[in-house]
């Protein structure tokens, strides 16, 4: 009888310690999981930094193409309009010398 006993108290013994480690290793793989997600995380993170690193210069670099594609269009207008200037100063003369004559 009191080998019945202890041979049930073993095996309660054995069950609890095997519950006991069955939480632990998921207590262990919950940790792990949790881990690789933080990893897994930080390294999107990271990417993201470096896609940004790279977009700045290329948007700082467009930026300043379309301010030089602006001033030279400015350019090219104010030329225009000197020219344009000109000629309605010439044509201008001309009429002057055709009243004379």
Known sequence: MRQKHQSKQQ???????QERQDLD??????????????????????????QEQKRKPLQEGQQ???QQQEQKRKLRQEQQRQLEQQQEQKRKMRQQEQKKK
């Open 64 to 66: 300043e193409l379309e």
């Open 25 to 50: 290793q998921q207590q262990e793989q919950k940790r792990k999981l949790r881990q690789e997600e933080q990893q897994q995380l930080e390294l999107q993170q990271e990417l993201e930094q470096l």
């Open 11 to 17: 095996e309660e013994f054995e069950q609890r310690k």
